[in-house]
């Protein structure tokens, strides 16, 4: 990968590190008028549990994106974690925080697939 893709990956995961950040801070706003309504109690539990489902998920994938961060100042961005090699621009690009390339992403996922039943908060990844 060069100097220049680097950059570019570096400022599309800023970009939606920011954009997640935004979501998160908008999920606290909808919780105070949750309160302030109590006769939609059932709903508001219900949209609750919806948004803290979310919330975890965004939460493993703002991770994601630091790390992938980190990696760049550490200079392994791009490098599969599992195997060391490349892995390719095409998949950084549909996937810029990727850590393993496709072959050790499938294998990971069957790993934890086996260890830990349907936990698997990153499978937008794959
Ligand atoms: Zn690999």
Known sequence: MT????????????????ALDMRTRGRETLEISNEADPLDVTQSAAARDFEAGNISRIAAKVRLIREAIARIQDGTY????????PIPVKRMNAVPWALYCVRCQEAVDRDRHEHDGDLEPD????
């Open 3 to 18: 100097e220049k893709e680097v950059l570019q990956f570096r400022f599309i995961l800023e970009q939606e590190l920011a």
């Open 78 to 85: 791009g490098e599969c974690e599992r195997c060391e090699e």
């Open 123 to 126: 499978r937008a990844a794959a």
